[in-house]
């Protein structure tokens, strides 16, 4: 429980509001931010102390009470459902670069290409908060005072659940695009790589892919039996490597009886190849 | 008939669902909100009879007429279902179903037709099998808990996933998801879906298929606790086959988290395009005319080792762009995104191949420089992982491999022509052998291997191709090479033999046979070509073609050596005559004594007959029936007999008994009957003991690789290794991803004992009658008999009663419903029954269809009664899941016209039924090599203009012509009356089949008498 005197605590704690199509966050168990990016983030939160609201936040944020979310320049605007009818307008502030710090961070950027293709590939390389602090800019957050954090419901706690569910929820974001982190200070996924690009001395813009969907049912009555056309050897790889992957993917900090999970898989892909 | 359908449901699984064209079309119930029950779907218990599981009923969308659905184009019915105008709207339809495990699917049912629904979840599924192989799968954890494999998509994998996603047939996603549904699910969902599910049991299968079970979890010391941690249980419900284990909240929490990296391997969507790397010489840009040393030269000829980044289009894998296009932006005219795309796959190569990281650090990175050894190990290792991940490798030419030294063994031997008539030539012949060490196809000379071994890099260029040193491997060479030369190199050719098929171990792989003389030849499948045609002895009464004589000594040469020979020509070249050519011969001096025939029931009398008239001398004797000799009355029979002839079920049930008495020669027959190896004729086949074997088949068994494997292993026992070696050497990679390397070794393997002359062979070709006519023997079934037994006392009964009109009238009905019972009991009866296995005719007529359409052949099929010709459409189409054209007196000349241009061009249908009435004239359907007439209309003119379909300007082609002939009935009769009378004069039989009725009735009842031969005793 909270270490909060009692007349801090909340109210006997009420059931929120269920929410039809709040988002939800993946994480079903344990902590929430998997990537070393996620988890600066989630550490100024937990920094701060507040267990039992944590916990509660991390609920809020599986159960889908968060209705909104925004990540934006210099700040993360959510709308939380708690236990009132009107959703809580969460507000996490962080100050967003100005142009010219933009500009050498692009830069900066652009000039090393390793940077772009591990965002790209999904990643963060951690020499990047190095890069910039070269610069003399943080990327992120070194303690609460670098964060605005504001929420409109009566708990009077900071971080109260609301904000710890968007954190976390924030967390998940940052894990799956990383260029999110960089979108809260200041540069969107499209505007930066286009900036890249020009930096990189290419002024040719990129085309929107759109998006395909699948026809539906009835436009497809002529041919409703026939399948496409497939020829999937074209596809096989000639030499198939079967324990390529498992050596590709990172250790796991789970063992038994001091054999890495990954070792003692092996056996297995040796017998997938027989 | 029925066509089975297949589709992926998110709840279910597979799942299976028919349609029968026996069911009426149509439903009298009128169209509600809620789903009808689909009227011609098959009942949920017959179609658990064909492929097994759980019955069930699902919900489909399905386009449709007010009064029904519209049917599958796979269905045919006997009578065409009516004209219904109405509009086709998608509309909901309640049909039972079958639940089905996955592997149901590899296994399909005969007489059924498949939708393209099923090819497609066939291809999803050996997909999801490629993937569970290659080990591009990683373990997660699902909720239950259960321990789950799921599928991971990269690179090319994701191409080949978008393009399942896209070929997903409509049918396909028609389940209506719920009430009101009409959008059917998506694609991508059902695709996913599907493969995570397929994927997790393949690579549960094959983790069972191990010979010791798979233990994950290492050993324990001490009891077991009572509950086992969470990860150790985990782990061992991915190697079991129950994928549910225990675990506590808290652990699972942990567990979960510890795998989070893992799960974080997304399968991807893919990139229009994917980064391929190139590795490449290039010059060093170093002044030739400057004194000073090369600081860049990596390779003494002033070159060094790039790697180059380049963006290939996974849509065009043609177009390939190096990185400077794209940085400079002329790419992005090809390829959306060009930069990033690049990027993002060399940030995701950089993960795989970590020396990448080094060249991405400036703006524009175009390529990597690497050392010698970095060149060495990239060739050797890297090249293959990034493969594995999905990139594209590019290496220099004359690159030829991760093992590229070898050991060449050249063999010289006499030449060939002459040596079947020298005699005493054999397998122990000694043949003169000589060793060296090559790279690739490169013999290498003494200096060069001086060259290797005093390399110090592990990359050596040897005329122009590069090489790779392994020190080992080449002390292992030279040591083979010294004992080998020590031995003064000579060999059997068995030896040799025996090395080309890599059958010896040696201690570098042999990358070459290379043999001169008549080895060479054995060795390089121009055996036939190179020796001396024989003649067949003066006894023989044929001619030989001067293929057939080719055939001839081949078949010698290979029996000189001991050695087993398939004889693989086309149907109708001769087989048969080309294998007495050979006892014959053989028996021109000392007998060499009985040689055992096994072929199928239906071909028993041909080779009587055909020994009867080509080879005279030849003592055959047929072994079947219930009076068959046996014990000391068979020895004895034996000794005065040349040729056994058994069919392959008397061989399997008299195999002690046979397997016993010393043959000269087993020959099969028709030798597909032993492509289940498991068989009983297989079995049979194998345990009996012969000097020499031949194995006689029509069928190309080029794409029938286990059948290949088969047969190859009756002639030449463990030569292409045991059936899973096999299938991991050769079925899997040429069949699954069709390895043009994997085909060209087994090619190599089997050609010294494969001889296949094709129609189309240019040297065959020539040699070939125009046409050649075949009379096709089959036997009646029991009931048939019985039927024929009753028609032919109740039919002479009313003869003898009747005189003048009446009585021609009752012969002509008489010989009608005798021919209908010949066809079969179901077109006698009228009584629209099922076809089944009840008909000899129809049953040797699906072993003929199979042998004319795996050679790729067209057919014509010749009926005069419609009623059969409209049983036998969809029974055809069914059992050879393709369209069968079906002419007839009522198909309106648009319709006509359609079918035969159809039929003509090269992509239409391959079976072509017509009424001898209605296609016999007028109709020009050269595709067509093969007339088959089904039942027999007693006047040759008419025979004759229908064969002239095909047989007529335009055709380039020999045509085969078949009657269909049953031994013992009043088939066999009249033809042999027809042929005797066309002798004497075309007169006599110049109209119709009026004639017959001429005949007096003592003539008829020996005309109509079934014999005891028109019945198969298996």
Known sequence: MSDQPFWAQEDVPRRPLRVEGGIQIHSTRGTVARTWWSARFIAVLESLGVGGRMARGRNYARSGQIVSCEVDAGAVVALVQGTRPTPYKVRIGIPAWGKQDWARAEQALADDAWYAATLLAGGMPPEIEELFAGLGLALFPASQRD???????????????????????????????????????????????????????????????????????????????????????????????????????????????????????????EQLAE | MLVVHALWSPARGVVLWAEDGERPATTSRRSLRSARPHPFAVPASQLAGIHPGKQTSITLLLPSRANGPVESPELVRRT?????????????????????????????????????????????????????AGGRVLPTLRPGPEARWRPVVQGLDAVARRSLVEALPPVGRAEQRRTGDTAGHSPDLLVDGALDTLVDAAVRERLARADAPVALVPPRRGR????????????????????????????????????????????????????????????????????????????????????????????????????????????????TSAQELLLAELGRAALVYPPLTGALRQARPEELDLELDEAHRFLTEDAARLLAAGFGVQLPAGWTGRRPLGLRLSVSSPPAPGVVTRGGLGREELARFRWTLAAGDEELDEEEIAALVAAKAKLVRIRGQWVSVDADALARGLEFLRRQNARRGSGTAADALALAQGAVDTPLPITSVAAEGWIGDLLGGTADRTLEPLDPPPGFRAELRPYQKR???????????????????????????????????????????????????????????????????????????????????????????????????????????????????????????????NAAPSKAARRIVAGHRIALTGTPMENRLAELWSIMDFLNPGMLGTPERFRQRFSVP???????????????????????????????????????????????????????????????????????????????????????????????????????????KVARLEELLAEILAEG???????????????????????????????????????????????????GPSIFLLSLKAGGTGLTLTAANHVVHLDRWWNPAVEEQATDRAFRIGQGRTVQVRKFVCPGTVEERIDALIESKKALSDMVI?????????????????????????????
Not at chain 2, 860 to 875: D, G, I, K, N
Request: with cysteine.
């Open chain 2, 857 to 907: 052949d067209k057919v014509l099929l010749f009926s005069q009664f419609t009623e059969f010709a409209s049983m036998l459409v969809p029974h055809l189409s069914a059992r050879f899941d393709q369209e069968v054209l079906h002419l007839h007196g009522g198909t309106p000349k648009k319709q006509r016209d359609a079918m035969v241009e159809r039929f003509q061009s090269g992509e």
């Open chain 2, 80 to 132: 065409a279902s009516g004209r219904r105008s109405s509009e086709v709207s998608l509309t909901p339809w309640t049909v039972p179903a079958v639940v089905v495990e996955p592997g149901e699917l590899a296994d399909p049912a005969e007489d059924v037709r498949y939708g393209a629904s099923v090819v497609h979840l066939r291809a999803l599924a050996a997909f999801a099998d490629d993937l569970a």
């Open chain 1, 147 to 269: 964060l605005s954090m504001d929420c409109t419901c009566p708990d009077a706690t900071v971080p109260c659940k609301h904000l710890a569910a968007v954190f976390y929820l924030l967390a998940e974001r940052f894990d799956a695009d990383p260029f999110e982190v960089l979108a809260l200070r200041g540069r969107d996924r499209e505007t930066l790589l286009a900036n890249l690009r020009r930096r990189r001395g290419s002024t040719a813009a990129p085309e929107p892919v759109a998006e395909e969907t699948a026809r539906p049912l009835g436009e497809l009555l002529d041919g409703f039996y026939a399948a496409g056309e497939l020829d999937l050897t074209r596809f096989a790889p000639a030499e198939p490597e079967p324990g390529a992957l498992l050596e590709q993917v990172p250790e796991l900090p789970i063992e038994v009886r001091r054999r890495k999970v990954r070792d003692l898989l092996r056996p297995a892909y």
């Open chain 2, 224 to 335: 077991a606790p009572k509950a086992l941690p969470a990860t150790e249980a985990w782990l061992a419900a991915l190697a079991g086959p129950d994928p549910r284990f225990e675990a506590t909240e808290r652990e699972l929490a942990t567990l979960a988290d510890a795998l989070g990296p893992w799960d974080a391997v997304t399968t991807e969507e893919t990139g229009p395009a994917r980064a391929t790397f190139r590795l490449a010489e290039i010059g060093t840009l170093h002044d030739p005319g400057d004194p000073g040393d090369d600081p860049l030269d990596q390779t003494g000829d002033g070159t060094r080792w790039v790697l180059e980044f380049q963006l290939q289009s996974t849509e065009d894998p043609s177009l390939v762009l190096p990185a400077d296009d794209v940085w400079a932006g002329r790419a992005d005219r090809l390829i």
């Open chain 2, 990 to 1018: 110049s109209d119709g089949e009026g004639w017959l009725t001429e005949l007096s009735t003592g003539e008829l009842r020996s005309v109509f008498a079934l014999g005891a031969e028109a019945v198969a005793e298996e």
């Open chain 2, 734 to 840: 040429i069949e699954r991803h069709g390895s043009p390397e994997a085909a060209e070794t087994l090619r190599r393997i089997t050609r010294p004992y494969l001889l296949r002359r094709l129609k189309t062979d240019p040297t065959v070709i020539d040699d070939l009658p125009e046409k050649i006519e075949i009379k096709q023997e089959y036997h009646l079934t029991r009931e048939q008999a019985s039927l024929y037994r009753t028609i032919v006392d109740d039919m002479m009964e009313k003869i003898e009663d009747s005189v003048g009109i009446q009585r021609r009238g009752n012969v002509l009905a008489a010989m009608a419903k005798l021919k209908q019972v010949c066809n079969h009991p179901a077109q006698l009866l009228h009584d629209g029954s099922a076809i089944g296995k009840r008909s000899g």
């Open chain 2, 551 to 677: 055939g001839l000594s081949w078949l010698a040469f290979l029996s000189s050596l001991g050695l087993g020979a398939c004889l693989a020509d086309d149907m109708g070249l001769g087989k048969t005559i080309q294998l007495l050519a050979l006892e014959a011969r053989e028996r021109q001096q000392a007998p060499p004594g009985p040689t055992l025939i096994l072929c199928p029931m239906s071909l028993v009398g041909t080779w009587q007959r055909e020994a009867a008239r080509f080879a005279p001398d030849l003592r055959v004797h047929a072994h079947h029936g219930p009076g068959r000799p046996r014990g000391e009355a068979l020895r004895e029979q034996l000794a005065d007999t040349d040729i056994v002839v058994t069919t392959y079920g008397t061989a399997s049930r008299d195999i002690e008994e046979l397997e016993s008495l010393p043959w000269h020669r087993l020959v099969l027959d028709e030798a597909q009957a032993i492509k289940n190896s």
